[in-house]
Structure formats: C-alpha cells, structure tokens
C-alpha cells in the first residue's frame, strides 16, 4: 500500500519552501546542477524541492528525475515514492513530469520490506517481511502514462506522443518477452487498482507464445484503440502501430521489434530451449527434423501447449516483413534485418535460400565488420567435415566413428597412429617443470588435436 503520511508530508514540506516568494527557475536550476556536479546531495535536493514547488514548466521532469537521484544517493530510498506521488498530485496536468514518474516506477528498484502494514522499499533496517513491489510498480507505471498521454492530448507533438508510447511498451511487456514468460501477452492486466505487494514470485513459469483453448497460436491483432484490446498483446500491438502512425520515421525500428519478437517466439528457433545435458523432448526433436520443408508463410514453434507446425497470420509473417524492411530505399535498419533473414534460413536449414539472400546482403551492404558476412558465406558454401563426438571403446573391439560433411561428393582422410606413451610423457615433462600457469592443451591427453 501506499504510504500516504510521508506523500502528505512531503507536499506540505515542499509547499512550504519559499511560500509567497518568487524564484527564477533557471537561477535555483543553476544553483542545483553546481550542487550535483559536487556530490552535495543534501543541499541540491533542497533546490530541486524548491524548484518543483514553486514552478510548473517543462524542466519540472527534470527536476523530479534529479530530486529521486538525490535521495537515492543519500540512502533515502524509502522516501522516493512519497516524492514521486508527491509531485504527481502537485502537476497533474504537466505530462512531461507524469511521464517522468511512470518511468521512475519502471526503472527502480522493485523490491522492499513490509512493515506495520506498509511498504518501504529498498534495504531497510528494523525487520519485516521482504517483498516483491514489480507488478505493482508495472501497472502504477502504465496508470501514469495513460495520464501524462490523457493531460498532453492538446499539447504533445506527434513525436513526444510516440516517445512516450515507446516507454509505455516497454512497461507493458516488463518481464513478458523472455519464453518463460511470453504467455503472459495473452492476458489482460487490469490497471484500474494496483495490486498488492508479493513475495517475489511474481508470473508462473511457462514455455511459449500464448495458445487459445484449442492449442492454436493466439494471434494477438491490433485493436482500433487501448480500450479495445482483448489481452496485453493486443495492448502493445496497438502502441507500436501509434507509433508508426505518429512518427512514420521509425516506422522500420518498429518493424524490426516487432519481426524479432515474431522469430524469437513464433519462428523455429523457439525449439531451442534445452541445454546439451537435458533429454530432449520428442516432439521438439521431430519439429527439428521437419524445419527444412517449411514454406515462407509456415513456421515450428514451441508455443505454450507443446511444439506445433501452423500456418502464419498475414501479419505475422516474418520473412516477407524483413524481406520488406531489407529491400527498403531507406533505413537505418535494412542491413539488420537482412542479417537477421539469413539466420532464419539457416536455422530452418534451406541453405540455398541463405546463399541466396546472403548474396544479397553482401551486395547491399558489404561483408560486414571483420568480413563476418563473407566468412559466413565461405561456412555455408565451403567444403567442410567434422567428427562427432564419440564415447570410450573397450580395448580388442573395433572403433567407430561419425564424420559428416557437406558440400562434396567424397572426403579423403589420413589416419595416424598416436603414441600415447609418448604423449602421456609429454605431459608429465610438462608438469614437472612447474610452469607458472596450466596450459590444458598441454595437460589434457584429449586435446591433442589442438596442439
């Protein structure tokens, strides 16, 4: 819960500063800054409080933004909120300070203690129950947005109406993006009450993209407004389509969000979700197997009711969407996104359309830092064979073992006989002579091929 005395406090405190006195604001602003620079927390916070009082213009977000530093640097922690709600009440129709507050909401801490009822965060002495404030601060952060976005309707350009709906998304999504957590995107958050603080184990664990009851993907669409939309998906889907409306010059950035948001959840890199020591599930392991027959409107993935082959949304097609943003005549993110084009080929292994579109790449844009693009072609097209890995074979047995490769009809190999007396004696001469660091290719018997 809030805590209400110290916002009252702190609006009777800086109410109370200078009253009935004029101040120029660039001089107390001045004055702050000098304070700052010098590390004098305690006097700086003083000017700002002043400041912020007293004066309602567009430097009053700075102002807040510097004041919570302050506190923060003088291990006042569990005053920030009060400050905060303090001057949300003091300029409730300045957008620029709501903004400034909802994005102190979703950059601070977001833990705390609960003690005598109330919550206090940060590191705080004297006991209590140690709580989780990030929901919390999630939704209280929207609830300020949807106000700096209401109290600006007449005055914000069509830029800052973007820029502050680039921060909305980001709060909107905190903590829903990563695979365990995406599903979440298919709830609706309610933002009219703010939830209660918890013990820190906040969403419950999935694994993939939302499905709806039939175990179909849930292909979230953009809404005609944020009051119309079905889940948070929808919510953030609606916010990256204002953006683009209201500033069409990062019309590409958002579509690139947007296109790896799709690959990541929606694309076959999804089934990549097991470390080499796990057992992999059978499911995911046939998907892998069938990525290669994929057509540009299909995908595999691994959605949050298991791994399923479906096909694509018009407006979730990823491929024509980078597709789009590479052969664009402008934009600053056209060679990313064609860096990005060529690894989904890879990863669903049609490596004829890689070649072809790395070509393209290459001719658009160059063979990147280091040659990166080049050397990738040269891996994909090169003539190339590996061993696998093998295991321990008992001694009169004859071995076996795997080689694979590609892009040849035959491979020629020389085999030698090691002299593992000899090796072994390599390495004891090593040791002996107490060598001030440990080289493994020098001590480990194994990695004679490395030396």
Not at 47 to 58: G, K, R
Not at 174 to 180: A, D, E, I, Q, V
Not at 193 to 218: E, F, H, I, M, Y
Request: proline share 3%.
């Amino acid at each position: 819960m809030m805590n209400w005395k110290l916002i009252c406090a702190a609006v009777m405190m800086a109410g109370s500063v200078l009253q009935g006195a004029e101040i120029k604001p660039t001089e107390v602003r001045g004055k702050a800054e000098e304070m700052r620079k010098a590390g004098n927390w305690k006097d700086a916070l003083g000017q700002y409080q002043t400041v912020l009082a007293e004066v309602d213009d567009a430097g009053s977000a700075s102002d807040l933004g510097f004041a919570t530093e302050a506190l923060q640097r003088l291990n006042r922690v569990a005053e920030m909120d009060a400050l905060v709600e303090a001057e949300v009440v003091r300029h409730a129709k300045n957008w620029r300070v709501l903004n400034r507050a909802a994005q102190y909401y979703q950059q601070t801490m977001h833990y705390g203690t609960i003690l005598d009822g109330e919550f206090k965060r940060g590191n705080n002495r004297g006991g209590g129950t140690w709580a989780s404030a990030e929901e919390r601060d999630r939704v209280r952060s929207l609830q300020l947005y949807l106000a700096a976005l209401e109290a600006g309707a007449d005055g914000m350009s069509g830029k800052e109406r973007a820029g502050v709906m680039e921060f909305m998304g980001h709060a909107l999504t905190m903590g829903r993006t990563g695979r365990n957590r995406v599903w979440a995107l298919g709830v609706l958050t309610p933002i009219d009450v703010l939830p209660d603080t918890s013990d820190g184990r906040g969403l419950s664990s999935g694994s993939g993209a939302p499905v709806d009851d039939d175990g179909n993907p849930l292909f979230m669409a953009v809404p005609e407004s944020w009051e119309a939309a079905a889940n948070d998906g929808e919510r953030w889907r609606w916010l990256l389509a204002e953006r683009k409306r209201l500033d069409p010059g990062q019309a590409t950035v958002v579509d690139v969000i947007w296109a790896r948001f799709l690959v990541n959840h929606y694309g076959v890199r999804s089934m990549a979700g097991y470390g080499w020591w796990q057992q992999q599930d059978p499911d995911e392991a046939q998907g892998i197997l069938q990525v290669h027959t994929l057509k540009e409107n299909e995908s595999i993935a691994s959605l949050a009711g298991g791994v399923k082959r479906f096909a694509l949304a018009d407006d979730y097609q990823f491929i024509p969407l980078l597709r789009r943003i590479m052969n664009a005549k402008a934009g600053s993110e056209r060679d990313d996104a064609g860096d990005l084009l060529v690894q989904i080929f890879l990863d669903r292994r049609q490596y004829g359309e890689a070649v072809t579109v790395l070509d393209s790449v290459i001719t658009k844009f160059g063979k990147g830092s280091r040659d990166r693009r080049q050397k990738l072609m040269e891996q994909i097209t090169g003539d190339w064979g590996r061993f696998e890995a093998a295991g321990m074979f008992v001694a009169g047995d004859q071995p076996s073992v795997s080689y694979i490769f590609r892009n040849a009809e035959q491979a020629s190999l020389t085999l030698h006989k090691v002299k593992m007396p000899l090796l072994v004696r390599d390495v004891f001469e090593f040791l002996e002579g107490n060598p001030r660091e440990l080289d493994w290719k020098k001590t480990s018997v194994a990695a004679i091929g490395q030396r």
